[in-house]
Nanobody, 124 residues
């Protein structure tokens, strides 16, 4: 059974930082690309960041480039999203996703498995 569990969300002031974690189980993690997506109230889910199965290639949404960093620890079956210089517009539920592909998908259809999400709220 595949399971992705996000953690690390919370309330932070604008300009602050958070580190999201996603623990994966039930998949051969080293063969999976991982992604982070987010969905704000009343908005569609949007791509945030993604990383190649071996961690060597990353992709970011323009809105988070230079502020967010994705990393992957295949030994621990973990993927992380380091977020800094947070803005109120970053407020959303953040989802971790896994997809067995050699590419680095930036759209949701590139991923087969999704976590339940973790809330990030940035106050102004």
């Amino acid at each position: 059974q595949v399971q992705l569990v996000e953690s690390g969300g919370g309330l932070v002031q604008a300009g602050g930082s958070l580190r999201l974690s996603c623990a994966a189980s039930g998949v051969p993690f080293g063969y999976y690309a991982m992604g982070w997506f987010r969905q704000a109230p009343g908005k569609e889910r949007e791509f945030v960041a993604a990383i190649h199965e071996n961690g060597g290639i990353t992709r970011y949404a323009d809105s988070v480039k230079g502020r967010f960093s994705i990393s992957k620890d295949n030994a621990k079956n973990m993927v992380y999203l380091e977020m800094s210089s947070l803005k109120p517009d970053d407020t959303a539920v953040y989802y971790c996703a896994a997809g067995r592909t050699y590419s680095v998908p930036t759209t949701g259809d590139g991923y087969s498995y999704w976590g339940q999400g973790t809330q990030v709220t940035v106050s102004s």
